[in-house]
């Protein structure tokens, strides 16, 4: 079953994540899976000091849940809670998934502050396109929305095709330094345009060799903040 899958921390990162998610899922008309994941971090524990843990995390995600089904418009949303690592649960499900959102946790330049260590886990090993979420609380509204931005110099064919249906989805244009014209022949709704240096874009497009080549951090860099998505994975995005 395709379906959009969000990693929800309850954190203000995961906001964002949160509102690209269900506008993902909106628009491809795909139900949403709110994932969530939980461990104890010290070693042995009694069973009663696991519960408590177990009770947080299961707040946590119906929190998530719960304001998924809120804001959405009549978005199937459901729902994971998982004992292990979180980003090796997400890398599992996106073999179900069309695509994975994670927020990220900061701003600043440093790899790991720049993209949480479990975005960046699941960037480079999910089994589907992963868009990281920049930024703390819900996405701000923009009237005037910057275009799908292609990263790569020389983007391979699966970049491109996500790129160009992200675009067609949010009926935006696409910026890229390649040249687009056998792609954009096959997509006639979609105005392409070249790449200005510092143009704000919506969302930047990289393949998952240009990103892990750089490093994953590394593709923000020189970027308003935006959201990132990495592609790289066996299976095309798809609507039902």
């Given at each position: 079953?395709?379906?959009?899958l969000?990693?929800?921390?309850?954190s203000?990162?995961?906001?964002?994540?949160?509102?690209?998610?269900?506008?993902?899922?909106?628009?491809?008309?795909?139900?949403l899976?709110?994932?969530?994941?939980?461990?104890?971090p010290?070693?042995q524990?009694?069973e009663e000091a696991?519960?408590?843990?177990?009770?947080?995390?299961?707040?946590?995600?119906?929190h998530?849940?719960d304001?998924?089904r809120?804001?959405?418009?009549?978005?199937?949303?459901?729902?994971?809670?998982?004992?292990?690592?979180?980003?090796?649960?997400?890398?599992?499900?996106?073999?179900?998934a069309?695509?994975?959102?994670?927020?990220?946790?900061?701003?600043?330049t440093?790899?790991?502050a720049?993209?949480?260590?479990?975005?960046?886990?699941?960037?480079?090993?999910?089994?589907?396109?992963?868009?990281?979420?920049?930024?703390?609380?819900?996405?701000?509204?923009?009237t005037?929305?910057?275009?799908?931005?292609?990263?790569?110099?020389?983007?391979?064919?699966?970049?491109?095709?996500?790129?160009?249906?992200?675009?067609?989805?949010r009926?935006?244009p696409?910026?890229?330094?390649?040249?687009?014209?056998?792609?954009?022949?096959?997509?006639?709704?979609?105005?392409?345009?070249?790449l200005?240096?510092?143009?704000s874009?919506?969302?930047v497009?990289?393949?998952?060799?240009?990103?892990?080549?750089?490093?994953?951090?590394?593709?923000?860099?020189?970027?308003?903040?935006?959201?990132?998505?990495?592609?790289?994975?066996?299976?095309?995005?798809?609507?039902?």
């Amino acid at each position: 079953m395709n379906q959009i899958l969000l990693g929800y921390d309850g954190s203000d990162f995961s906001v964002q994540a949160l509102d690209w998610a269900l506008d993902e899922a909106e628009l491809r008309k795909l139900p949403l899976t709110v994932a969530h994941a939980w461990q104890w971090p010290y070693g042995q524990a009694a069973e009663e000091a696991k519960a408590h843990l177990r009770k947080a995390a299961e707040h946590v995600l119906w929190h998530g849940a719960d304001c998924a089904r809120q804001t959405s418009s009549g978005v199937r949303v459901e729902t994971d809670l998982h004992e292990g690592s979180a980003a090796e649960r997400l890398v599992e499900l996106s073999e179900d998934a069309a695509l994975v959102v994670v927020g990220s946790r900061g701003l600043n330049t440093l790899s790991r502050a720049v993209v949480g260590s479990v975005a960046e886990y699941v960037a480079v090993h999910a089994a589907c396109p992963v868009v990281v979420v920049r930024g703390p609380g819900p996405l701000p509204v923009t009237t005037n929305p910057g275009p799908i931005v292609v990263a790569d110099p020389a983007p391979d064919a699966a970049v491109l095709e996500f790129a160009f249906e992200e675009a067609a989805l949010r009926q935006l244009p696409l910026a890229a330094s390649a040249d687009l014209a056998e792609q954009a022949a096959r997509h006639p709704g979609v105005r392409t345009e070249p790449l200005a240096a510092g143009a704000s874009a919506s969302l930047v497009v990289a393949g998952r060799e240009h990103a892990t080549r750089a490093g994953v951090a590394g593709v923000f860099q020189g970027r308003v903040p935006c959201p990132v998505a990495v592609v790289g994975g066996r299976k095309p995005v798809s609507g039902s």
